[in-house]
């Protein structure tokens, strides 16, 4: 996989066949409870190296609580998972170095430069100092920052900021990248410019990407396979154009599927620091 400049050995998996395999993350089983409530019931997904691969499901059906999971902010109740070769209960610490993290809430810290929080970030991941500087010149350069990086993130726009978002997640080149909700809040351009990035992140360095979405266009475009969650549960996975073509009418679109497998719909939203930060707030406690 192509990396960024200053790159470190590529991460230890711990067998064999993980290490030859193409499937970068399967969970098997995968459960939450929190007391009588369980909020994710035995997930089996996996992903293919390289793939993107969408989480869909309306509010409360356990997606976030999933992606917290494979994150490791969350411990199962029970099941397993693998990411890159790593296993989740055993070697979460390994887990970390191989993901990138962009939450619904807002992670870029308003009263600081994009170069500040990049550079906190930097430190958090333990990026030897020898590499930080030109880490950061990178990802600024990558996401079209490079003028902005001494601006203050409250000046910026949704768009901006989501941008600066997925370069602190970026910093220590994961591989592999979970973004939960990332245009939530942005207006159609700043949508379009998060779709690219996305493309571009999977062209350009082989990431593998996993995002959650209340946006069906975009899980259309974006996503090689999506699977549909409610109540928990997976109740289908597949590649977005075999989901509408299974439904046998000729002008299916993805928000049919969906409606058919959950009997749900997706919501929308839109704009800058405040609103951003309102709407993700928003989100993350219904999702």
């Known amino acids: 996989m192509t990396r960024l400049h200053g790159s470190t050995e590529p991460f230890a998996t711990y067998s064999d066949e993980h290490r030859h395999s193409d499937i970068m993350l399967e969970t098997r089983s995968l459960t939450r409870d929190f007391g009588q ?16 691969f969408g989480l869909l499901g309306p509010n409360g059906a356990g997606k976030s609580t999933t ?31 191989a993901i990138g993290y962009v939450p619904q809430s807002l992670s870029a810290d308003g009263s600081l430069t994009a170069y500040e929080n990049l550079l906190i970030f930097s430190k958090l991941y ?23 990086a001494h601006r203050l ?13 997925v370069a602190q997640s970026m910093l220590h080149q994961p591989q592999v990248l979970f973004l939960d909700e990332p245009t939530v809040g942005l207006d159609p ?29 975009e899980a259309d475009s974006l996503c090689d396979r999506v699977a549909i969650m409610q109540a928990g549960k997976v109740v289908v996975t597949g590649v977005p154009s075999e989901l509408k073509a299974n439904l046998d009418r ?9 409606i058919h497998y959950t009997g749900d719909q997706m919501t929308t939203g839109g704009g800058s620091y405040r609103e951003t930060s309102r709407n993700r707030r928003t989100a993350q406690r219904l999702g």
């Open 126 to 148: 333990d990026i030897p100092r020898k590499y930080r500087e030109s880490r950061i010149r990178d990802v600024l350069e990558f996401m079209g920052l490079e003028e902005a």
């Open 37 to 52: 409530m369980r909020a994710v019931d035995n997930v089996n997904i996996q992903v293919k190296a390289g793939e993107v």
């Open 189 to 217: 351009l700043a949508r379009s410019y998060v779709w690219a990035l996305v493309q571009q992140l999977r062209e350009q360095y082989g990431t593998t990407i996993i995002l959650t979405t209340h946006f069906l266009e």
């Open 153 to 165: 993130v409250r000046q910026y726009s949704g768009g901006m900021i989501r941008r600066l978002e």
């Open 250 to 258: 000729e002008d299916a679109t993805l928000d049919d599927v969906f």
């Open 67 to 97: 992606i917290k999971m494979l994150t490791t902010l969350l411990p199962p109740s029970s099941g397993s998972a693998a990411i890159a070769g790593l296993d989740l209960t055993h070697q979460p610490s390994e887990i970390r170095r």
